[in-house]
T-cell receptor, first 118, second 109 residues
Framework: NAGVMQNPRHLVRRRGQEARLRCSPMKGHSHVYWYRQLPEEGLKFMVY????????ESGMPKERFSAEFPKEGPSILRIQQVVRGDSAAYFC????????????????FGQGTRLTVV | KQEVTQIPAALSVPEGENLVLNCSFTDSAIYNLQWFRQDPGKGLTSLLLIQSSQREQTSGRLNASLDKSSGRSTLYIAASQPGDSATYLCAGSGSRLTFGEGTQLTVNP
């Protein structure tokens, strides 16, 4: 089991460009969570998705950010018209089921994508 | 809304010491609590998961306890080693993990 795979590991974008971050969950996991870690800050929840469904996007900025988890392929976090304040590490986690449905459900994290906006 | 606090923010100890990291949370209706380790520039490694019905979990030199009534969890590291140097994060709640700010641990040789 290769674990949660995120790519790219590092991404540099100029202001105004689009950033696409990919996350392939662990085999057998159908629940994906995205988190953002700003420099010198903690991890903040962004969005929780299941295949083809957004379950909780309460942590997503209202504009420029979107996420999807299609039936086939990785989950994508998309940031349009990036600004310097978007520079951060973006982490993806996966679990085999809803963490809120079972006390035994553990979340596993990828290595993150470090986005730098210049 | 769940809030998680970790104390201390940073800790520096000599090699071989036993140490305790503290985590407190405001909402006792958590499903489970996970402790993670994060190395600089890296992702998060899950260390221990404590179910809400459990009081503690052990893995090697690590022991984590959970007291829902007081809203606290502790991570005990025995016989610390320089390789234990990292940031330790606790996270709880249900579908969406709520993280503390972490404790940055340095173990000096």
């Amino acid at each position: 089991n290769a674990g949660v795979m995120q790519n790219p590991r590092h991404l540099v974008r100029r202001r105004g460009q689009e950033a696409r971050l990919r996350c392939s969950p662990m085999k057998g996991h159908s629940h994906v969570y995205w988190y953002r870690q700003l420099p010198e800050e903690g991890l903040k929840f962004m969005v929780y998705l299941q295949k083809e469904n957004i379950i909780d996007e309460s942590g997503m900025p209202k504009e420029r950010f979107s996420a999807e988890f299609p039936k086939e392929g990785p989950s994508i976090l998309r940031i349009q018209q990036v600004v310097r304040g978007d520079s951060a590490a973006y982490f993806c986690a996966s679990s085999p089921r809803d963490r809120g449905a079972s006390t035994t459900t553990e979340a596993f994290f990828g290595q993150g994508t470090r986005l730098t906006v210049v | 809304k769940q809030e998680v606090t970790q104390i201390p923010a940073a800790l520096s100890v000599p090699e071989g010491e036993n140490l305790v990291l503290n985590c407190s949370f405001t909402d006792s209706a958590i499903y489970n609590l996970q402790w993670f380790r994060q190395d600089p520039g890296k992702g998060l490694t899950s260390l221990l998961l404590i179910q809400s019905s459990q009081r503690e979990q052990t893995s090697g030199r690590l022991n984590a306890s959970l007291d829902k009534s007081s809203g606290r969890s502790t991570l005990y590291i025995a016989a610390s080693q320089p390789g234990d140097s990292a940031t330790y994060l606790c996270a709880g709640s249900g579908s969406r993990l709520t993280f503390g700010e972490g404790t940055q641990l340095t173990v000096n040789p």
